[in-house]
């Protein structure tokens, strides 16, 4: 428990940083010119390659070995890595159609694509418990996001902005990402790999389908970048951040992902915007409106629903586990009872008897 606990923390704490510098890098006026850094790609290689090489360097101080990946496991690997690559793009591309409200709104359910998937792909079966715990976390998310006190003007702009074209290209993104959390369970189940080396892999084949796009000679992309980072200075050091952050956080979540599961994961990374939210109210003095906090205790109830049922689990198993030892050694003891009690019956049955004199 605690050291799930500690994966929590990791990820919260790597990834509010890391959100600050990917909005500090992509909304931030740059220069005396006030120019936006508009080249993602370029930025995503970046990260990419911290990525692996921080994931390398936690193998190498483990001492665990980053062996070769078999054929079969390499093919899953490009699969993962290509649905990565495109799945972003995706949730950019549903910004220019519906407001970001409600892109947070529909990205808050991505528990449910992922069970959907594990069943669909993967035909794995859940406890019940697990059900109501998805369906409360998505329900109170959401419901948080939906009830947000709006002004007119705001929820005019978001009636215009959202379309059903873009709600469409958040279902892709969302099918996407319920397929890879899906595959990367069902290799962690198939294949004797730990959450780091599938992070080294996972981000090296993605920096090279990325870099092939960049070296592109029908994309400028890799030049333009390259030139606003040198007529822009102040911007590489929020990139390097950007990339430090990404890539510790990504080593939580592989962790996460290994030893908990993608339903854990998932819900660690979507209560994580709730957090965030909270942390603001609280540090800000923002209103919540009794509706809002209703959705909060919905949440939490199922985060606490889910850690009783998994505390109760390891109860029980310990206690399985202690009753079976006791009635081992039971066992144990009434056998040297019964052979301790034959041996005294043939000894006195074997006692020998003088002959009689005559």
Known sequence: MLRLAGCVAGIYTCFLTWGYYQEKVSTTPYGQDAVKFRFFIFLNVIQALFASAIAYLYLKVQGKPLSMPSKPLVA?????????????????AALKHIDYPTLVLAKSCKLVPVMFMNILLYRRKFPGYKYVCVALVTIGVSGFMLLAPVDGHKSKKGVVNSSLYGLFLVVINLTLDGIINSTQDQIFHTFKVSGQQMMCFMNLFMSGYMTVWLLNPYNSELASALAFCQTHPAIIKDIVMFSICGALGQCFIFYTLEKYGSLSLVTVTVTRKLFTILLSVVAYGHHLNVEQWLMVAVVFSGIGLEAYVKRAEKLQKM???????DGIIASHTEFTEKVSNTTTGITQRTTIVAPKQH
């Open 319 to 325: 206690s399985a586990a202690g009753s079976k030892k």
């Open 76 to 92: 899953k690997y490009i699969q993962l890595s290509f649905l990565s690559v495109i799945a972003s793009p995706f949730s950019y």
